[in-house]
Structure formats: structure tokens, C-alpha cells
């Protein structure tokens, strides 16, 4: 089971940049998609990002695509969240997850296919 923590939440000034962390003590570098994926309050859990670990190919969120960067470093073991000209909206709990693709040589940024998930770390972002 692949277990992920999150980590560089925190509270920033609309406009600015935050980069969260999911530290993959058991990183699946072969099989695997490692996904972003947001919550916000009275909301369903929505994509972010994805990234298929064999061969870096990521996946975005339309929406998102252009001030969100997704990244993995495979000697560290993390993969990264950039968020970059953040907006009040973007407020919400970030999730890491992992999800088995087998055969399936790309990701699906739907919720459904991540079947391990992190505790979350918190954005909030001001006006």
C-alpha cells in the first residue's frame, strides 16, 4: 500500500505562491499515477493534477493548468504541488493519492481511481 503525507499548507495573500510536499516513503515508480486533488468546504473533492511516475507524463485540471505545476523528485521520494497567482478560490484541503493503473500507461484525474490518499494539508488564500 502506498502510504503519502502532505505538508506546506499553509495562508497566503491572494496573488501568491505556495509549493506543497507529499513525502512517498514507498514511491511507485513504475504503475502508479500520484495525484493533487482539492476540497473545499461544501464541495465535492475535485482534481488538480497527476503525474505518471514511469514516465513523467502529468494531467491538469483545465482550470488549473498554467498556474498549477505538478513535479516529482524519485531520489527524494516527493512529489510537489507549485501553485503559483493563488486566488481566494483555491482556498481548500490538498490531498495526495496514489493511484494503480497495471496496464494503463496514463492518468485519470478522477477521484474514483485514486484508491490511497493522505491526510491533507490546508490552503487558504486571502483577498
Known amino acids: 500500500q502506498v502510504q503519502l503525507q502532505e505538508s506546506g499548507g499553509g495562508s497566503v495573500q491572494a496573488g501568491g505562491s505556495l509549493r506543497l510536499s507529499c513525502a512517498v516513503p514507498?514511491?511507485?515508480?513504475?504503475?502508479?499515477?500520484l495525484g493533487w486533488f482539492r476540497q473545499a468546504p461544501g464541495k465535492e473533492r475535485e482534481g488538480v493534477a497527476a503525474?505518471?511516475?514511469?514516465?513523467?507524463?502529468?494531467y491538469y485540471a483545465d482550470p488549473l493548468r498554467g498556474r498549477f505545476t505538478i513535479s516529482q523528485d524519485k531520489a527524494k521520494k516527493t512529489l510537489y504541488l507549485q501553485m503559483n497567482s493563488l486566488k481566494p478560490e483555491d482556498t481548500a484541503m490538498y490531498y495526495c493519492?496514489?493511484?494503480?493503473?497495471?496496464?494503463?500507461?496514463?492518468?485519470?484525474?478522477?477521484?474514483?481511481?485514486?484508491?490511497?490518499w493522505g491526510q491533507g494539508t490546508q490552503v487558504t488564500v486571502s483577498s
Open positions: 514507498r514511491y511507485p515508480y513504475s504503475d502508479y499515477c
Open positions: 503525474v505518471y511516475t514511469a514516465t513523467g507524463i502529468t
Open positions: 493519492a496514489a493511484s494503480f493503473r497495471g496496464g494503463d500507461t496514463y492518468c485519470l484525474l478522477t477521484r474514483e481511481t485514486f484508491g490511497n
